[in-house]
Protein backbone atom coordinates (compact mmCIF):
# COMPACT_ATOMS: atom_id res chain seq x y z
CA UNK A 1 0.00 0.00 0.00
CA UNK A 2 1.30 3.55 -0.83
CA UNK A 3 1.57 5.80 1.61
CA UNK A 4 -0.74 9.01 1.81
CA UNK A 5 1.10 12.50 2.61
CA UNK A 6 -0.46 15.61 4.98
CA UNK A 7 -2.03 17.04 1.77
CA UNK A 8 -4.05 13.85 1.46
CA UNK A 9 -2.13 13.12 -1.93
CA UNK A 10 -0.04 9.68 -2.36
CA UNK A 11 3.54 10.03 -1.95
CA UNK A 12 4.20 9.21 -6.31
CA UNK A 13 1.73 11.65 -6.94
CA UNK A 14 1.68 15.35 -7.69
CA UNK A 15 -1.70 17.18 -6.21
CA UNK A 16 -2.88 20.61 -7.39
CA UNK A 17 -3.33 22.00 -4.30
CA UNK A 18 0.68 21.44 -3.67
CA UNK A 19 1.53 23.01 -6.84
CA UNK A 20 -0.37 25.94 -6.41
CA UNK A 21 1.43 26.42 -2.58
CA UNK A 22 4.90 25.92 -4.46
CA UNK A 23 4.47 28.63 -7.05
CA UNK A 24 3.60 32.22 -7.70
CA UNK A 25 -0.01 33.64 -9.04
CA UNK A 26 0.27 35.85 -11.81
CA UNK A 27 -1.41 38.65 -10.10
CA UNK A 28 1.45 38.41 -7.31
CA UNK A 29 4.64 38.28 -10.17
CA UNK A 30 2.57 41.83 -11.73
CA UNK A 31 2.68 43.58 -8.30
CA UNK A 32 5.71 42.59 -7.69
CA UNK A 33 7.28 43.63 -10.84
CA UNK A 34 5.46 47.05 -10.71
CA UNK A 35 6.92 47.95 -6.86
CA UNK A 36 10.28 46.97 -8.35
CA UNK A 37 9.37 49.15 -11.23
CA UNK A 38 8.33 52.25 -8.68
CA UNK A 39 11.21 51.46 -6.39
CA UNK A 40 13.97 51.73 -9.51
CA UNK A 41 12.26 54.98 -10.50
CA UNK A 42 12.78 56.16 -7.63
CA UNK A 43 16.39 55.12 -7.41
CA UNK A 44 17.20 56.94 -10.74
CA UNK A 45 15.15 60.04 -9.77
CA UNK A 46 17.99 60.27 -7.01
CA UNK A 47 20.50 59.33 -8.41
CA UNK A 48 19.82 61.89 -11.18
CA UNK A 49 19.27 64.68 -8.50
CA UNK A 50 22.50 63.62 -6.83
CA UNK A 51 24.50 64.55 -10.15
CA UNK A 52 22.86 67.97 -10.66
CA UNK A 53 23.94 68.50 -7.02
CA UNK A 54 27.48 67.68 -7.71
CA UNK A 55 27.28 69.54 -10.67
CA UNK A 56 26.30 72.63 -9.02
CA UNK A 57 28.77 72.06 -6.53
CA UNK A 58 31.24 72.11 -9.34
CA UNK A 59 29.72 75.45 -10.83
CA UNK A 60 30.05 77.58 -7.18
CA UNK A 61 33.43 76.19 -7.03
CA UNK A 62 34.48 77.23 -10.38
CA UNK A 63 32.95 80.60 -10.38
CA UNK A 64 34.65 81.34 -6.70
CA UNK A 65 37.98 80.89 -8.52
CA UNK A 66 37.71 82.65 -11.61
CA UNK A 67 36.10 85.33 -9.22
CA UNK A 68 38.83 85.42 -6.84
CA UNK A 69 41.47 85.40 -9.71
CA UNK A 70 39.44 88.52 -10.98
CA UNK A 71 39.72 90.13 -8.22
CA UNK A 72 43.70 89.52 -6.98
CA UNK A 73 44.16 90.39 -10.90
CA UNK A 74 42.35 94.06 -9.81
CA UNK A 75 44.41 94.44 -6.61
CA UNK A 76 48.12 93.67 -8.08
CA UNK A 77 47.03 96.09 -11.17
CA UNK A 78 46.05 98.98 -8.17
CA UNK A 79 48.86 98.64 -6.67
CA UNK A 80 51.35 98.48 -9.36
CA UNK A 81 52.84 95.21 -9.42
CA UNK A 82 50.97 95.17 -13.14
CA UNK A 83 51.40 97.68 -15.83
CA UNK A 84 48.38 99.09 -17.11
CA UNK A 85 46.68 101.80 -19.36
CA UNK A 86 45.77 104.87 -17.96
CA UNK A 87 42.03 104.35 -19.65
CA UNK A 88 42.34 100.78 -18.18
CA UNK A 89 40.12 99.11 -15.36
CA UNK A 90 42.74 97.13 -14.13
CA UNK A 91 40.55 94.09 -14.85
CA UNK A 92 42.62 91.24 -16.75
CA UNK A 93 41.63 91.78 -20.16
CA UNK A 94 40.74 87.75 -20.60
CA UNK A 95 40.66 84.79 -18.96
CA UNK A 96 43.75 83.33 -20.24
CA UNK A 97 45.51 86.06 -18.71
CA UNK A 98 44.85 84.77 -15.51
CA UNK A 99 46.56 81.38 -16.51
CA UNK A 100 49.47 82.26 -19.01
CA UNK A 101 50.19 85.19 -16.40
CA UNK A 102 51.31 88.97 -17.23
CA UNK A 103 54.55 90.38 -16.13
CA UNK A 104 55.49 91.36 -13.01
CA UNK A 105 56.35 95.42 -13.03
CA UNK A 106 57.74 95.38 -9.27
CA UNK A 107 60.13 93.12 -10.55
CA UNK A 108 63.79 93.62 -11.88
CA UNK A 109 63.97 90.00 -13.33
CA UNK A 110 61.16 89.31 -15.95
CA UNK A 111 59.09 87.34 -13.53
CA UNK A 112 55.46 86.91 -14.26
CA UNK A 113 52.45 86.87 -11.96
CA UNK A 114 50.07 83.72 -12.22
CA UNK A 115 46.54 83.72 -10.86
CA UNK A 116 45.02 80.29 -11.64
CA UNK A 117 47.09 76.98 -12.61
CA UNK A 118 44.37 76.43 -15.11
CA UNK A 119 40.90 77.86 -15.51
CA UNK A 120 38.00 75.56 -14.54
CA UNK A 121 35.53 74.88 -17.06
CA UNK A 122 31.55 75.07 -16.56
CA UNK A 123 30.30 71.91 -15.46
CA UNK A 124 26.94 72.79 -17.55
CA UNK A 125 28.49 73.39 -20.48
CA UNK A 126 29.35 71.32 -23.51
CA UNK A 127 32.12 68.96 -22.28
CA UNK A 128 33.63 68.96 -25.93
CA UNK A 129 33.50 73.06 -25.23
CA UNK A 130 36.89 74.58 -24.13
CA UNK A 131 37.13 76.22 -20.94
CA UNK A 132 37.43 79.88 -22.08
CA UNK A 133 34.69 79.44 -24.53
CA UNK A 134 32.14 77.78 -21.77
CA UNK A 135 31.73 81.09 -19.48
CA UNK A 136 30.17 84.41 -20.44
CA UNK A 137 32.38 87.01 -19.63
CA UNK A 138 30.94 90.64 -18.55
CA UNK A 139 33.14 93.65 -18.60
CA UNK A 140 33.14 96.47 -16.36
CA UNK A 141 31.71 98.70 -18.64
CA UNK A 142 28.73 96.64 -19.35
CA UNK A 143 25.50 96.43 -16.88
CA UNK A 144 24.65 93.90 -14.14
CA UNK A 145 21.00 93.04 -16.31
CA UNK A 146 22.26 92.73 -19.33
CA UNK A 147 26.20 91.85 -19.04
CA UNK A 148 28.29 91.89 -22.35
CA UNK A 149 31.94 90.84 -23.00
CA UNK A 150 34.31 94.19 -23.95
CA UNK A 151 37.72 95.03 -23.41
CA UNK A 152 38.38 93.55 -20.06
CA UNK A 153 36.66 90.54 -17.66
CA UNK A 154 35.10 92.42 -14.86
CA UNK A 155 32.97 88.90 -14.13
CA UNK A 156 31.94 85.77 -15.56
CA UNK A 157 28.93 83.51 -15.84
CA UNK A 158 27.28 80.45 -16.92
CA UNK A 159 25.75 80.62 -20.39
CA UNK A 160 23.52 77.17 -19.80
CA UNK A 161 19.82 77.75 -19.94
CA UNK A 162 19.04 75.49 -17.12
CA UNK A 163 17.80 76.64 -13.28
CA UNK A 164 19.37 74.98 -10.33
CA UNK A 165 17.67 72.89 -7.99
CA UNK A 166 16.30 75.63 -6.06
CA UNK A 167 14.89 76.77 -9.43
CA UNK A 168 17.04 80.25 -9.92
CA UNK A 169 18.63 80.29 -13.24
CA UNK A 170 22.49 79.23 -13.41
CA UNK A 171 23.34 82.17 -15.62
CA UNK A 172 22.21 84.66 -12.34
CA UNK A 173 24.59 82.96 -10.36
Not at 106 to 115: I, N, P, R
Request: proline share 6%; aromatic share 6%.
Amino acid sequence: MKSIGVTGCRADQRCAATAQVRGFTLIELLITVAILAMLAGGAMSFATLAVQRTQEQELRSALRQIREAIDAYKVAADSGRIAKAADSSGYPPTLSALVEGVPDAGSAQAKKLYFLRRLPRDPMADPAMPADASWGLRSYESDADNPQPGRDVFDVYSLSPKTSIGGRPYREW
